[in-house]
């Protein structure tokens, strides 16, 4: 399986209207991946948290509309990164959209650990409440977006739904981006699965992105990494590897499930 990550670069002087039609042309070009990935809240930046309530839109909304029909086009599966969701009750959630190579919406994904303390994020944004997994050919992707990064309990629930890819947009700040790093290779390897975790670039609402996009494989190495700029990160991925290191170095099997709860 080819995945192309795209590490998009989100700057305030491009409307978000621009960008989603400049990103739309991106995933076109990428007929040929099996799966593309976007990155966390790209339309509008995962920390310009002022725009969040004017940029919010249905879950068919524009960026929804606009993406479907880019997968549809490149025939790929399109992990599509999140928009702020304003669903049918008004509240707002950080959601994470993936379409078939058909334009069809075949998961949605709501943030369940949302950033900011007692800012931002945190306070504007609902909280989505249950993990989600999604079949692609071959294999099945866990979904987890940005902060939910650093909750190894909600890594291992997908892993025990099936997940063989965890799959990670993220808008990360250059500032903890060793952490980023560390933790996308740590969740790779406690869970035994392939780690795709792609952020943007550039620097909105004063905030540094550490891009840095990477894919980590089931023994924790690392296929590919991105520098801090605009870039499309293209790595063939292969189940066989998921099941072939889980058989030879068998630790899942020794899980004791539940132990997160008190
Ligand atoms: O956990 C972090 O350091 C960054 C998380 C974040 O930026 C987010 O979830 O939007």
């Known amino acids: ?4 990550l795209l590490q998009i670069g989100v700057d305030p002087s491009e409307s978000v ?3 989603r039609a400049r990103v739309a042309s991106l995933v076109r070009e990428q007929t040929g991946s099996d799966l593309v990935v976007l990155p966390e809240l790209w339309p509008v930046g995962a920390f310009a948290s002022d725009l969040f309530a004017t940029e919010a839109e249905p879950l068919t909304g524009p960026t929804h509309d606009a993406m479907a029909a880019a997968a549809r086009d490149a025939g790929v599966w399109l992990h599509a990164g999140s928009v702020i969701e304003r669903s049918d009750d008004g509240a707002l959630y950080n959601t994470a959209l993936v379409f078939s190579p058909d334009g069809r919406l075949a998961a949605t994904y709501r943030k369940i650990h949302r950033f900011g303390f007692d800012q931002g994020e945190a306070v504007l944004l609902g909280a989505g ?4 997994t999604v079949g692609l050919p071959g294999t099945t992707a ?5 902060y939910d990064l650093r909750f190894p309990e909600l890594f291992r629930q997908l892993t025990a739904a099936g997940a063989e890819l965890l799959v990670v947009p993220a808008g990360w700040p250059a500032r903890r981006r060793a952490h980023w790093s560390l ?3 740590a969740r790779a390897v406690e869970n035994q699965c392939y780690v795709l975790a792609c952020g943007t670039a550039g620097t909105y609402a004063g905030v540094q992105q550490a891009g840095h996009s990477v894919v980590v494989d089931p023994w924790g190495e690392v296929l590919a990494e991105a520098g801090p700029d605009e870039e499309v990160l293209t790595v063939d991925v292969d189940p066989a590897t998921v099941t072939r290191t889980r058989a030879d170095f068998p630790v899942l099997r020794d899980r004791v499930l539940g132990l997160d709860r008190p």
């Open 129 to 132: 409440d249950r993990p989600v």
């Open 183 to 185: 933790l996308a290779r």
């Open 17 to 19: 209207n621009s960008r």
């Open 142 to 146: 866990g979904l987890a977006t940005c």
């Open 1 to 4: 399986m080819r995945a192309s």
